[in-house]
């Protein structure tokens, strides 16, 4: 199999300036702290400048704070119904779109899926939404009785107009005998969705965390699994590992997860990370009030998934590792069923990735394990610290770019020649059109899921699906003759 070689270090610093060219000078300075040819030490001459806010007029692919807390922490909790406390609009947008798995019958005690707004017209604007809101609050506790509580998610007017959501959550809760989170998560805070997470940790931390488990029957091996939103069954994947361990999983965050989860994890013996962007601020709480441990782990590919499951194992007795090397056994068997009828078809395939706070570093070894090379990855709102995590998983000279312009994204793949690109659905038919094999890696494209044993194996066949799919040779990439002719 022909493969063109990765890029040199010399030869990506050429790349972006090349790309970096075409902006006018102010915009180009900016943009340039965004690009680095990686150096796996992390020496200061490659380090990514991140958490700024994008660049006005420049085309960007982040979400807002409303999303970050609406969307990812809070949308998710099964039992709890989530307003979206405002006009229509965003609620709409941000209804059903990060296919969040979870148990239970929709309408029932399931929400996950429903779409709860207030509603604003201009009336409300102008004399204030409160009354609305306390109104919705009490509609919601009489079409759905088995909702066990209600987050209340602003957006922007609410910040703007002063509406005290405190003050109804508080009278509302009081009134209805059932929690009432107010979540100040406008839009307009912060640079991207990445605060949204912080703001909705915080309000976890504010009115939910240790307020649950006075009945609890606790054991040593109970553990929380963190920052894992149940795309395509997910946190399930991940769950059936930890419990084959001889682990008891006492909460989910927040995929399939409950609010009473989320009040008795301070209970748990340890807590487990897997999207660090969105959930550190919880679990560094945990570790200063309840001194609960917490630990990274990534359940992408055997690689990882190998070595994250001693790694947790670390953490407890010799039943608990003998348990895991037992597990890790039985794996091998199928992981080597998986690579060996998938590897020989993706050798070689080079991947350029741009997706949130998570998947640019942790997918990065599940590819390798296939014998694809990440030939370019970044982050829609990383800050430095996932940077510096990033910096040793990757080749020297590797391109990294923060919340990139779709142009930029566009130049890098005419450069690298990548054979498949990872990133959202806003970028997906762009790299359609120019003839890229694509993956949705924010919702698995409808498929899924991609964590665990099982997911290795859904992961395999997608990537192997995208690439090698015939439709390709209708097409023509912008970098062939064809193509340039076209």
Known sequence: MTTTPAPERAETEAMIAEVLSQYPKKAAKFRAKHLKANDPEGSKECEVKSNIKSRPGVMTIRGCA?????????????????ISHGPVGCGQYSWATRRNYAHGHLGVDNFTAMQITTDFQEKDIVFGGDPKLEQVCDEIVELFPLAKGISVQSECPIGLIGDDIEAVAKKSSKKLDIPVIPVRCEGFRGVSQSLGHHIANDAVRDHVLGTGGDSFERTDYDVALIGDYNIGGDAWASRRILEEMGLRVIAQWSGDGTINEMASTHLSKLNLIHCYRSMNYICTTMEERFGTPWTEFNFFGPTKIISSMRKIAEFFDDEIKAKTEAAIARYQVRFDEITKAFRPRLEGKRVMLAVGGLRPRHTIGAYEDLGMEVVG?????????????TYGMLKEGTVLYDDPTAFELEEFAKFLKPDLMGAGVKEKYVFHKMGIPFRQMHSWDYSGPYHGVDGFAVFARDMDIAINSPAWDLLEAPWSKAGEVA
Do not use: I
Request: charged share 25%; hydrophobic share 30%; glycine share 14%.
């Open 66 to 82: 409303y999303a970050g807390s609406k969307g990812v922490v809070w949308g998710p909790v099964k039992d709890m119904v989530t």
């Open 377 to 389: 990855t970044g982050y829609e709102f990383a800050h430095k610290d996932d940077y510096t995590r």
